[in-house]
């Protein structure tokens, strides 16, 4: 494994003509895992997309081992650098197998032969994400579940040294959801593969990550171990919420509890 680097400096960028990232600078930390946490339309999935050069920035730089990614060769980079973004769409009637077998393109050339190396991948993926089951099935028949893990093992297949993913918990009852981050973290320690996920759940983005990365107005507002980030006040800043913010007793990290109107101990609602 490779220590690849990535890094963004003073990035802008947007949707028709709209900005939703303001000068943002971030070095991913190589080797770990962060998960990026905020609001809705704080930039999350936006500054996914332009560290993996989906997006084109108005200002700034994103930064392959020092090098623009926008000046790296296309195949270069998907062999290097994977992406599993929000809702991804598969050709119609394709079954998972052809599916999964796709995060394999990047290591081929035009005349290159399929090698045994490349259907380890793919059944080390199918298994990783116990998918082997649904390998002949298309995609568009299974569940919103089933699918998300499909897109997980075709990303793992690619066996990248960096991994962005968006919202991969997406769709995915609480019993897979764990499943799919444990698999993330198995792949980060087994390989040192740098991971980069967007989780909605506080909690599981705190028990899970080595860094901790709040947005809030396409700005980072905080940065660091999920200790020191997931605070009563950062919970009232970036998601405008009441909280208390306790020791996980399994993890030991830190728990949100969020405060609401109702259900709380000892008091009537308004």
């Known amino acids: 494994m490779t220590d690849h680097t990535l890094v963004a ?37 936006t500054f996914l997309r332009t560290l993996s050069r989906l997006l084109v920035p108005t200002k700034g730089h994103v ?15 998907a062999r290097t650098l994977g992406l599993l973004p929000q809702a991804p ?19 081929k050339s035009l005349f290159s032969r399929w090698t045994r190396k ?5 059944d080390s993926a199918l298994a990783a994400t116990k998918t082997f089951d649904l390998a002949e099935r298309p995609v568009d028949e299974l569940s919103g579940g089933q699918r998300q893990r499909v897109w997980i093992a075709m990303a793992l297949a690619q ?12 769709f995915l009852d609480i019993h897979h959801q764990i499943e799919v981050l444990d698999l993330l973290t198995d792949l980060n320690r087994a390989r040192g593969t740098t991971i980069v996920m967007v989780l909605h759940d506080l909690n599981l983005a705190a028990r899970y990550a ?6 809030t107005g396409g700005q980072i507002h905080a940065f660091g171990p999920p200790g020191e980030v997931l605070t009563e006040d950062m919970v009232r800043t970036v ?19 969020p405060i609401g109107r109702h259900r709380m101990a000892g008091h009537e609602a308004a």
């Open 118 to 122: 490349d259907d380890e991948a793919i």
């Open 159 to 170: 066996e990248t040294d960096i991994l962005l993913l968006d919202e991969p918990t997406t």
């Open 63 to 77: 930064l392959l081992d020092g090098a623009s990614i926008h000046r790296t060769p296309a195949r270069q980079l």
């Open 239 to 257: 998601f405008g919420l009441e909280s208390r913010v306790i020791a996980d007793p399994l993890s030991h990290c830190p728990m949100m509890l």
């Open 210 to 215: 080595d860094v901790l990365v709040a947005m």
């Open 9 to 45: 400096t003073g990035l802008s960028a947007g949707y028709d003509g709209k900005t939703i990232l303001h000068g943002l600078d971030l070095a991913i930390p190589t080797g770990r895992i962060t998960i990026i946490v905020g609001a809705n339309a704080c930039g999350k999935s």
């Open 89 to 107: 769409i598969a050709p119609e009637g394709i079954t998972v197998a052809d599916l999964v077998s796709r995060g394999r393109h990047p290591h």
